[in-house]
């Protein structure tokens, strides 16, 4: 009685290019994967964030000397003029009013909430 051999495949004629390549494309779609996640995730810091621009007004009859606005130095604020400030990334709000008010002296009082 002759075994024909030829249709079972020895434990010796394993190949490691079919192994080579399932690994090859596991990386390729973990670095996709890797890749768009990463691309999901900085896209909105760049697309949503805001450089809030403010405009503070003096509507008083005097003229301000050393007004600040949070840790922002305005400096002196004549009557009926406006400074601009444009470098603030955030700004705490209560309600429609700003957390943090300007202040400022007028007339050599201190401290005076405009």
Avoid: W
């Amino acid at each position: 009685m002759r075994i024909d051999r030829g249709c079972f495949k020895s434990r010796t004629s394993f190949s490691r290019k079919p192994l080579a390549r399932i690994l090859k494309k596991k990386i390729k779609k973990i670095f996709k994967y890797t890749f768009y996640l990463a691309i999901l995730l900085l896209i909105p810091t760049f697309s949503i964030a805001q450089n809030i621009k403010i405009t503070v007004f003096n509507k008083t009859v005097y003229n301000l000397d050393s007004v600040s606005f949070d840790h922002f130095y305005l400096g002196k604020i004549s009557r009926d003029s406006t400074v601009f400030i444009s470098s603030i990334n955030e700004i705490t709000m209560h309600g429609d009013v700003p957390l943090l008010r300007p202040f400022g002296i007028i007339k050599g009082k201190k401290d005076l909430s405009i």
